[in-house]
């Protein structure tokens, strides 16, 4: 199967989410990026968490990610996520996980704003640019960086997307 980067539709702006943990549990951070029709980056984050498994971090990228699409006065958003287990956990049972309540009523909080948010699911290799920023998070000391311009070395990886380069999905 070939897996690409889609630009958000009309009107709306892409998030891109993912965290990172180096054990599972383990060194955890996450990172993420809002993005334009063009692939263009608006802005991002990187984020370090401190010791959590992966489940954490991408609950925490996404509400991360959520906030600051808010704060930067986007209305209409298309949240990319990599981790099918917390998009389930999202939408359909956090009851069933004691341990995400918290977190998972924060991005619920942050979903009945007025604004057309949608969160679901990408495959990995259409999500590179996150999972770029969010192992930058995980090997941070600072809890949460704003990032006005993306890193030098993710120019590549935005510019393949914004290309609609296609990733061959194993």
Same mark, same amino acid.
């Given at each position: 199967m070939l897996v690409r980067w889609v630009p958000p539709s009309e009107g709306a702006i892409k998030l891109n989410v993912d965290g990172s943990s180096r054990g599972n549990p383990g060194r955890a951070g996450c990172g993420g990026l809002l993005r334009d029709q063009d692939g263009s980056c608006i802005?991002?984050?990187v984020s370090h968490i401190g010791f959590a498994g992966s489940v954490v971090a991408e609950l925490v990228a996404i509400c @991360?990610?959520?906030w600051l699409a808010w704060q930067f006065g986007y209305r209409k958003v298309e949240c990319e996520s990599d981790?099918?287990?917390?998009l389930e956990i999202? @939408?359909?049972n956090a009851g069933d996980f004691p341990k995400f309540v918290d977190i998972v009523e924060e991005i619920h909080r942050f979903m009945l704003?007025?604004?057309d948010v949608t969160i679901y699911h990408a495959m990995r290799e259409a999500n590179s640019c996150a999972d770029f920023l969010a192992k930058i998070g995980s090997s941070l000391s600072s809890a949460f960086s704003l990032l006005n311009r993306p890193p030098p070395e993710l120019t590549h990886l935005l510019l393949a997307d914004s290309k609609g380069i296609l990733y061959s999905r194993a």
């Open positions: 802005v991002g984050f @991360h990610g959520l981790c099918m287990v917390a999202i @939408h359909d704003f007025e604004w």
